[in-house]
């Protein structure tokens, strides 16, 4: 079965999400969504998705991710995304929402962007 | 000749699987390439979830149709619910700024941009049906120049 797994772990101030599998409607979406709204009621503010292992996203996948996005946004937050694969790249560049979200190659660099 | 393989499920989420299983052969039998088979194996599973989840309403009573058809370089792919209808074009344009952020509604956009067709039709014993058309392009071909190559009738 497709499932999506999500490692959290701790760069500084940034919570970082490894995410492995698949995002897609059922399963993936509500894991990445419950997972989300979970750091933010701890605390956690400065969200980094990692998105280099995810192999396939549909349009709920991507949908989350715009939702995550804005949940976090609203919670006075920043969600960012790291190692997009080229195929979600062809995804959220389609649909204009490379504008939207900040993106990154660098783990480091994407860090480094959330500030002190 | 055309060559056509039809399968019915019931309208839940896990078969969309096996449609995309489906899918994945029928665009290998053709030799599309690799990120063309990605896009239609895509339009496809967006087509089935819209099916299952608007069309149908989850109703697992209420069957999804799916069938390809294989003339020569073409594919088509009829998806057939058993919902009410609907009116594509009333669904919201994604790319418009007032609704970049909102979760829904991609997934037509989607089947729209990756196929070289896509229309919606009523059945005639209910329904909605989407039907969607790809042609293998000759930079599909792997190695073959089938696209180029006389007709064979």
């Not at chain 1, 101030?13 to 490894?18: E, Q, Y």
């Not at chain 2, 994945?24 to 989840?53: C, H």
């Not at chain 2, 989607?110 to 070289?116: I, L």
Request: proline share 3%; charged share 25%; with cysteine.
């Amino acid at each position: 079965m497709a499932h999506l797994t999500i490692n959290e772990r701790n760069a500084g101030n940034v919570t970082i999400l490894d995410l492995s599998g698949k995002i897609t409607i059922g399963e993936g979406s509500v894991q990445l969504r419950d997972a989300v709204r979970k750091l933010l009621e701890q605390g956690h503010k400065n969200l980094l998705i990692d998105l280099g292992q995810v192999d396939y996203v549909d349009s709920s996948g991507i949908g989350e991710l715009v939702s995550c996005y804005t949940t976090t946004k609203n919670q006075g937050g920043q969600l960012k995304l790291l190692n997009l694969t080229k195929k979600i790249k062809d995804l959220l560049s389609i649909t204009k929402l490379l504008t939207v979200f900040e993106t990154f190659e660098s783990e480091s660099e994407a860090v480094s962007s959330f500030g002190g | 000749m055309k060559d056509s393989i039809e399968l019915t499920i019931e309208s839940k989420f896990e078969y969309v699987e096996l449609a995309s299983s489906v899918t994945k052969n029928v665009t290998d039998m053709l030799g599309f390439d690799d990120d063309t088979a990605n896009w239609i194996d895509l339009s496809v599973r967006e087509s089935v979830i819209n099916a299952i989840k608007h069309g149908n309403q989850l109703s697992i009573d209420k069957p999804v149709d799916i069938k390809f058809t294989i003339d020569g370089d073409t594919l088509t792919v009829y998806v057939r619910d058993r919902g009410v209808g609907f009116n594509p074009l009333l669904i919201p344009d994604p790319l418009d700024p007032e609704n970049l952020l909102n979760p829904n509604g991609r997934g037509i956009f989607y089947m729209k941009t990756f196929m070289d067709e896509v229309d919606f039709s009523h059945h005639p014993d209910g329904g909605t049906v989407v039907r969607m058309v790809k042609r293998r392009s000759v930079t599909d071909d792997k190695g073959e120049l089938a696209s180029d190559g006389p007709p064979d009738n």
